[in-house]
C-alpha cells in the first residue's frame, strides 16, 4: 500500500502564496513514490473534484490547468518521498480541498482514474 499525507493547508487573505507537502510511504505492485507519477487534484464544496497539476516520476515534465497557469508550480524531491505544490497569488476561488494523488505508472495527466492512491486532503481557505 502506498500511504499519501498532505500537509501546508490553511486560511490566507487574496493574493496570499501556501506550500502544500505530500508525504509519501510504502509501495504497491512493485512501485514506491519515485517510480510513480503524481498529481494534485482539488475539491471546492458543491463542485466535482478538478485536477490542478501533474508530474512525471522524474519530475521533467509537469502539467498545469489552465486555471492555476502562471500561479502553482509543482515539484517533487524523491529523496524525501514528498511532493509539492506552490501556490501563489492565491484567489477566492482557489479555496478547495487539496488531495494528492499517486499514478498507477511513471508518466499520467489529468484524469483522475489514472491514479489509484490518494490522501485524505488538506483544506485550503482564501478569504477576500
Known amino acids: 500500500q502506498v500511504q499519501l499525507v498532505e500537509s501546508g493547508g490553511g486560511l490566507v487573505q487574496v493574493g496570499g502564496s501556501l506550500r502544500l507537502s505530500c508525504a509519501a510511504s510504502?509501495?504497491?505492485?512493485?512501485?514506491?513514490?519515485?517510480?510513480?507519477?503524481m498529481a494534485w487534484f482539488r475539491q471546492a464544496p458543491g463542485k466535482e473534484r478538478e485536477f490542478v497539476s501533474s508530474?512525471?516520476?522524474?519530475?521533467?515534465?509537469?502539467y498545469i490547468a489552465d486555471s492555476v497557469k502562471g500561479r502553482f508550480t509543482i515539484s517533487r524531491d524523491n529523496a524525501k518521498n514528498t511532493l509539492y505544490l506552490q501556490m501563489n497569488s492565491l484567489k477566492p476561488e482557489d479555496t478547495a480541498v487539496y488531495y494528492c494523488?499517486?499514478?498507477?505508472?511513471?508518466?499520467?495527466?489529468?484524469?483522475?482514474?489514472?491514479?489509484?492512491?490518494w490522501g485524505q486532503g488538506t483544506q485550503v481557505t482564501v478569504s477576500s
Open positions: 510504502g509501495r504497491a505492485s512493485g512501485r514506491t513514490f519515485s517510480s510513480r507519477a
Open positions: 508530474i512525471t516520476w522524474s519530475g521533467v515534465s509537469t
Open positions: 494523488a499517486a499514478a498507477q505508472n511513471s508518466y499520467a495527466g489529468y484524469n483522475a482514474d489514472e491514479y489509484d492512491y
